[in-house]
Every structure is written in structure tokens, then in C-alpha cells.
């Protein structure tokens, strides 16, 4: 079972520490659960023009497997304008929307402004319905507020809202792929 955190961003740290912390209270809490992140910015991922995705750089072949073989996601990106950026757009348009359908996502965000956080509502989560994709019901919005000087999450109540998409997203998983589930005691 494997659990994909991406970073859908080129530029900035926040989006990658905040999916990482998703990502370490799923391992704190479920070892048996196999994370990775896929950080966009370790990769030159060409822009999607409809070809044979084995005619692309290894780069993005690489991306398009990771993304393809992960059994359930944490996607996280920056608001830019009102919007998440190009380069998750184009990560998503290299997928064949097969590789998400029935999986679910689970969604973080983080940009300058508390309004941002729509860009979820009224953008990622009707993308995850055009994969047929199932939506944790909670999500992450992290505003700058949230981080110190040093870009370290201070805000206990964005702590506590990571730690609680992190259990949504595995109980649906193994929910709807028949895996025992096992409530985490909160204390």
C-alpha cells in the first residue's frame, strides 16, 4: 500500500513541509503504509502535448509512473492569482485519468491570503471528480501566518488539522479497498 505525497510546485518550501507532515504522521501512525514524495522540483517534467507518454523524458516518465502506481495521494499546492500553478495542471494532464480513478486524494494548500483556500473547493476537488477520484472531506489550507522565520509550521491548530487528513485518508483507503481499519486511539 503506498501512499504518494506531491509537491505540485517548482518554487517555494511551505508546500513540501506541509505535505511532508502528512506524510510523517501517516508513518508515525502506520508503519505498514509505504510513503513517498514526489517533489516537483527535483524533476524537468515536460509539458504534456498528448503524445505517447513512453516518447518523454525520463524525467517525466518517472513522474508519470510514480504518480501512476501510488495506491492513494496527498496533493499539495501554492495558490498563485487565485489558482494552483501550471506545474500541477500539467502533472495532471500527463496522467491518464484511469491511474486516479477509484484512489483517494487528500488535498493541502498554501498561499497569502485565508480566501485562497477556495481554490480547493472550487478547483481541485471538481479535477478529483473528473478522475473519479475519492475526496478525503477534510483538507489542509496553510496560511503564512502558519510558519516561523524559519519555515517551520507554529500554528497548533494546522498541526492538528494535518494530523486529522492524515488519518482520513488512510481510513478511507483501506475502507474502500476492504483492508481491516484500525482507529487510532487520539490521546
Do not use: W
Request: proline content about 4%; charged content about 25%.
Amino acid at each position: 500500500m503506498k501512499l504518494l505525497g506531491i509537491s505540485g510546485t517548482i518554487i517555494g518550501a511551505k508546500t513540501g513541509i506541509v505535505v511532508r507532515k502528512v506524510l510523517d504522521e501517516v508513518k508515525k501512525k502506520h508503519p505498514d503504509i509505504e510513503v513517498e514524495l514526489l517533489d516537483m522540483m527535483e524533476y524537468d517534467v515536460q509539458f504534456c502535448d498528448g503524445r505517447d507518454p513512453s516518447t518523454y523524458s525520463e524525467d517525466t516518465k518517472t513522474v508519470i509512473e510514480k504518480v501512476s502506481n501510488a495506491d492513494f495521494y496527498i496533493i499539495g499546492t501554492p495558490i498563485f492569482q487565485g489558482s494552483f500553478p501550471g506545474v500541477l495542471k500539467n502533472l495532471f494532464d500527463l496522467i491518464h485519468p484511469d491511474a486516479f480513478r477509484n484512489k483517494v486524494m487528500g488535498f493541502v494548500a498554501n498561499g497569502g491570503t485565508y480566501q485562497h483556500f477556495l481554490v480547493i473547493e472550487n478547483q481541485l476537488k471538481p479535477i478529483a471528480g473528473y478522475f473519479r477520484a475519492f475526496v478525503a472531506p477534510s483538507y489542509v489550507y496553510a496560511n503564512y501566518d502558519h510558519f516561523n522565520k524559519e519555515n517551520e509550521i507554529v500554528d497548533a491548530d494546522l498541526l492538528q488539522r494535518i494530523a486529522l487528513l492524515a488519518e482520513e485518508v488512510v481510513h478511507m483507503h483501506r475502507s474502500l479497498n476492504g483492508s481491516p481499519v484500525k482507529v487510532m486511539d487520539e490521546s
